[in-house]
């Protein structure tokens, strides 16, 4: 596993110093686990990754694709925030969520099925969302994006998929290139880059990336899990700036002991803008 490091205005050792000893650590118990890292300082040419560009199972992580796909909608008119889904029984998938819960028929707006889908990574809300925008906006927006490692290729099921199934992918370094997008306003418009920062804001899952976050330093971001998968992307803000990090592993044995990784590795990252 390589690193490699950008430009020299931030000091990047301790997150290299993290990215090793987490790989360490899964060597020890499974030796072809991945720890993939990107970072990248937000206004600066400045970034360190290591193992960042092979495409990996994308898990909920793709959903950041599918959200801008949302605010690019809503930019040009042809969706709002206030627009009506109804909730169906076909709609229903299992997993992460709670809309399965819910009654059939509920009308939802736009704008909370995108916070369902963030905050506590709903699948029914994606599958509604992406029903809405359709598969070729969430295409054109890693074309646009330059995300030459992602691709939506199916609905959320809420399991892994199946021998013979599409798989859903993306990089580290490509979810870091997203979310600096996000961050200098070009993802989408301006107004729509802020809706879509002040979602990740309000992101619930706390347990990897921002766990152990250092005081004065805000996460905004997106989480993904599967069996054998962990993964967490995010905006760190601190008094020094931003900084994109994505972290994508596979193969760690414990799925704590991948959050605690993830966390350190996220708190290291901080160390550039705390």
């Given at each position: 596993?390589?690193?490699?490091?950008?430009?020299?205005?931030?000091?990047?050792?301790?997150?290299?110093?993290?990215?090793?000893?987490?790989?360490?650590?899964?060597?020890?118990?499974?030796?072809?686990a991945t720890?993939?890292?990107?970072?990248?300082?937000?206004g600066?040419?400045?970034?360190?990754?290591?193992?960042?560009?092979?495409?990996?199972?994308?898990?909920?992580?793709?959903?950041l694709?599918?959200?801008?796909?949302?605010?690019?909608?809503?930019d040009?008119?042809?969706?709002?925030?206030?627009?009506?889904?109804?909730?169906?029984?076909?709609?229903?998938?299992?997993?992460?969520?709670?809309?399965?819960?819910?009654?059939?028929?509920?009308?939802?707006?736009?704008?909370?099925?995108?916070?369902?889908?963030?905050?506590?990574s709903?699948?029914?809300?994606?599958?509604?969302?992406?029903?809405?925008?359709?598969?070729?906006?969430?295409?054109?927006?890693?074309?646009?994006?330059?995300?030459?490692?992602?691709?939506?290729?199916?609905?959320?099921?809420?399991?892994?998929?199946?021998?013979?199934?599409?798989?859903?992918?993306?990089?580290?370094?490509?979810?870091?290139?997203?979310?600096?997008?996000?961050?200098?306003?070009?993802?989408?418009?301006?107004?729509?880059?802020?809706?879509v920062?002040?979602?990740l804001?309000?992101?619930?899952?706390?347990d990897?990336?921002?766990?152990?976050?250092?005081?004065?330093?805000?996460?905004?971001?997106?989480s993904?899990?599967?069996?054998?998968?962990?993964?967490?992307?995010?905006?760190?803000t601190?008094?020094?700036?931003?900084?994109?990090?994505?972290?994508?592993?596979?193969?760690?044995?414990?799925?704590?002991?991948?959050?605690?990784?993830?966390?350190?590795?996220?708190?290291?990252?901080?160390?550039?803008?705390?």
């Amino acid at each position: 596993m390589g690193g490699d490091r950008g430009s020299d205005s931030a000091d990047w050792t301790p997150l290299a110093t993290a990215v090793a000893a987490a790989v360490a650590a899964a060597a020890d118990q499974h030796p072809e686990a991945t720890v993939a890292v990107a970072a990248r300082r937000i206004g600066t040419d400045d970034g360190w990754a290591r193992d960042a560009a092979p495409p990996l199972p994308a898990a909920s992580t793709i959903k950041l694709a599918v959200l801008l796909a949302v605010a690019r909608a809503i930019d040009t008119g042809r969706l709002t925030q206030t627009d009506l889904v109804p909730l169906t029984a076909g709609a229903k998938v299992p997993g992460s969520g709670v809309l399965t819960a819910l009654h059939d028929g509920l009308p939802l707006t736009v704008g909370d099925l995108a916070y369902l889908m963030v905050a506590i990574s709903d699948n029914t809300a994606s599958n509604l969302l992406l029903d809405a925008v359709g598969t070729d906006a969430v295409a054109a927006v890693a074309a646009d994006l330059g995300l030459g490692a992602t691709a939506l290729r199916r609905r959320f099921l809420g399991r892994a998929p199946g021998p013979g199934d599409p798989e859903n992918v993306t990089s580290a370094a490509d979810l870091a290139a997203l979310l600096a997008a996000v961050a200098e306003d070009r993802a989408a418009s301006p107004d729509g880059c802020a809706w879509v920062r002040d979602l990740l804001g309000r992101q619930q899952h706390r347990d990897r990336l921002a766990r152990d976050l250092p005081p004065g330093v805000d996460f905004a971001g997106k989480s993904g899990s599967l069996p054998g998968l962990a993964h967490d992307a995010g905006l760190l803000t601190g008094p020094r700036g931003t900084v994109a990090v994505a972290v994508l592993t596979r193969g760690l044995p414990d799925p704590y002991a991948a959050d605690a990784a993830i966390g350190a590795i996220g708190r290291a990252a901080a160390g550039a803008i705390a």
